[in-house]
């Protein structure tokens, strides 16, 4: 597709039920971001893969969530265990470029609203 | 750590009027600054950015200029349409590429015919 592609749009889970959400990034994108964007707040950073490397996790709030991007281009981030907390829109991004320096521009998807009663 | 504050929402306007949504920042070094915007229903995208002091990011009939001085990046446009109607985010990144962003928490805009 011509963008950044992340199924479901929507998902409800049960508290302390394993979900796993998809990103499809653009064609060719070396980056690849996940953000965690809570109701009425700004995204915010959870983690990034250059290729298939996971290069920085800092922004994870716990184990129980763990992202792959295992053949340089598709991505899933699980959580485990889903707790209340864990509700908020999860978005993904991708750029062409392989060097944070560069002055590039990261595309975004429509995000994955997950919602745990 | 780096921060960003903006100015909070809702905002309505009529057509044809003036916007301006304010955005401050905190960093420790010298980071590029970013407006995203998000359209009902869409992903966010970048409107503009600004990568050092004194820089002028302008798209769309948008501008924003780099203040170091002041730590603000404030969103301005002159003439405002329907179209327009969005949720704004003020972000900045430590780095010149828009690597590990970190977002205000968004004004949204409602621009009335």
């Known amino acids: 597709g011509a963008g950044v592609s992340q199924s479901p749009r929507y998902k409800v889970a049960k508290r302390g039920q394993d979900v796993a959400l998809r990103c499809d990034p653009i064609?060719?994108?070396?980056?690849l971001f996940w953000y965690q964007q809570a109701l009425g707040q700004g995204p915010e950073f959870l983690t990034y893969f250059q290729n298939e490397a996971q290069l920085d996790k800092s922004g994870l709030p716990s184990d129980r969530f763990f992202a792959e991007r295992p053949e340089g281009s598709v991505s899933t981030l699980k959580i485990q265990r889903t707790q209340q907390e864990d509700s908020a829109v999860y978005l993904c991004a991708s750029s062409f470029e392989d060097r944070v320096e560069t002055n590039t521009e990261a595309f975004f998807g429509q995000g994955t609203r997950l919602t745990v009663v | 750590g780096d921060s960003v504050t903006q100015m909070e929402g809702p905002v309505t306007l009529s057509e044809e009027a003036f916007l301006t949504i304010n955005c401050t920042y905190t960093a420790t070094g010298y980071p590029s600054l970013f407006w995203y915007v998000q359209y009902p229903g869409e992903g966010l995208q970048l409107l503009l950015k600004a990568t050092k002091a004194d820089d002028k990011g302008s798209n769309k009939g948008f501008e924003a200029t780099y203040r170091k001085e002041t730590t603000s990046f404030h969103l301005e446009k002159g003439s405002v349409q329907v179209s327009d109607s969005a949720v704004y985010f003020c972000?900045?990144?430590?780095?010149?590429?828009?690597?590990?962003?970190?977002f205000g928490a968004g004004t949204t805009v409602t621009v009335r015919a």
């Open positions: 972000a900045l990144s430590d780095l010149v590429g828009d690597y590990k962003l970190s």
């Open positions: 064609s060719g994108h070396v980056s």
